[in-house]
């Protein structure tokens, strides 16, 4: 099996992908810091490896940690091992810290937050409508990143001057570029910031999910303080960074696919549609780390070896051929079905893709609405991914607004 390093600067993540699916479903790769894991590719195989319980999230089964070949300075340690949550447990415990979680991320509870995310992206939109007419916009900064990073603050009850610290440790977190000697502190730094807030909820508790983690630990549900904090990063981590991904995303394909951006503002095709195909098509999501074998698995016609490192490409997985058709490549928001899987699938699917989805649902109507000339200021062939192997994640997205709807329209 020939084995493919991932790019660090990810400068051809749909050519990466599309190497990955040539190779199998089950590819042999090398993360960046050369360690070496296995993907898989292809979406039937993923969907059966992600419910396979000898597939598991034990650190301590992997070949390579028990060789002590993984560095506590690699730069994606702190997603391979980023202590206890319900990332990195099975079992008992997993449905014990999921149930926490998800019973207040509920599609009924999360449709609570509908008008709070309302007024958030008004208010986003009044800034932009404010700015010089022909300025060019790095809407993924002005509004692509503040309004899931306020929801899920408000969901947890982060505070807004917290932001500028976790915008800059988030950005060492993910970046396979963080200096090997800054891991360690970086990971320190989030531990201190995460426990801090945990102090001040458990001092003073509020109506958001951290003070119920707190109260959950305090009646009987045995949440430790690791698993408090470490549930409180995940959260923070997950529910802003795919949100951002999926509003710029979105904005891409439609820039780069006129005909269907025109259908979508006439009313012709629906943003329901353009947001799945754009969850599959160009997944926020490239590659989840990293779940290890208990035993030899049999995955098509090649084997996963006990004890090995798995990670799941959802770049990849998300245009295969066998799950699409031969217009798996295509960008096509009235396909249908679209049974894509980009938040994960079986008992270990983001309990957050409801959130994701009404944010999105909310603020790219709105923002149409506001400015129905959006457009790239660039050719989308300069638009850069930031050197993040598990993140579709753009450095910026360069914009011009047009005409605020209402305004010499």
């Known amino acids: 099996m020939t084995r493919i390093a991932l790019d660090p600067f990810v400068t051809d993540l749909d050519g990466e992908s599309a190497a990955l699916r040539a190779a199998g479903p089950l590819a042999e790769v090398e993360l960046p810091g050369g360690v070496h894991v296995y993907a898989v590719t292809r979406h039937a195989e993923a969907r059966a490896l992600l419910t396979d319980s000898r597939v598991v999230k034990d650190i301590n089964v992997w070949n390579a940690w028990q060789r002590g070949e993984i560095p506590m300075d690699w730069p994606l340690i702190g997603l391979a091992n980023p202590g206890r949550s319900m990332l ?17 991320l509920t599609v009924k509870r999360v449709e609570r937050l509908r008008g709070g995310i309302e007024a958030l992206t008004n208010a986003s939109l009044e800034r932009l409508a404010a700015l010089p007419a022909g300025q060019q916009v790095d809407l993924k900064a002005e509004f692509a990143y503040p309004l899931p990073m306020n929801v899920i603050s408000e969901l947890m009850g982060v505070d807004a001057a917290d932001h500028p610290r976790l915008k800059e440790l988030f950005e060492k977190f993910f970046s396979t570029q963080t200096p090997p000697e800054e891991v360690p502190q970086m990971m320190a730094d989030l531990g201190t910031l995460f426990t801090k807030i945990v102090d001040s909820k458990r001092a003073n508790p509020g109506d958001d999910l951290t003070s119920a983690l707190i109260a959950a630990s305090e009646d009987g549900d045995h949440l430790s303080d690791e698993e408090i904090v470490n549930t409180l990063q995940l959260i923070i981590a997950a529910g802003h960074e795919t949100t ?88 096509d928001a009235t396909r249908t079905p679209n049974r894509h899987i980009a938040f994960g699938h079986g008992p270990h699917v983001c309990p957050g893709a409801a959130l994701s989805r009404l944010e999105a649902g909310i603020a790219l109507p709105a923002l149409y609405e506001r400015f129905p000339e959006l457009d790239l200021a660039v050719p989308a062939s300069e638009l850069r991914n930031k050197p993040i192997v598990t993140q579709n994640d753009l450095h910026e997205l360069p914009v011009e607004l047009g005409c605020p709807f209402g305004h010499g329209n």
């Open 88 to 104: 990195t447990v099975d079992g008992a415990d997993h449905r014990r810290l999921r149930t926490l979680v998800a019973q207040a």
């Open 244 to 331: 951002i991904s999926l509003i710029v995303n979105v904005v891409e394909a439609l820039a780069t696919h006129p005909e269907q951006r025109k259908k979508v503002l006439n009313g012709e095709i629906g943003w329901d549609g353009v947001i799945e195909e754009t969850l599959r098509w160009n997944t926020p999501t490239s590659h989840v780390l990293i779940r290890f074998a208990t035993e030899d698995i049999e995955v098509g016609d090649q084997v996963l070896p006990k004890g090995e490192g798995l990670i799941v490409s959802f770049g990849a997985l998300g245009r295969d051929e066998e799950q699409y058709g031969p217009t798996a490549g295509e960008f």
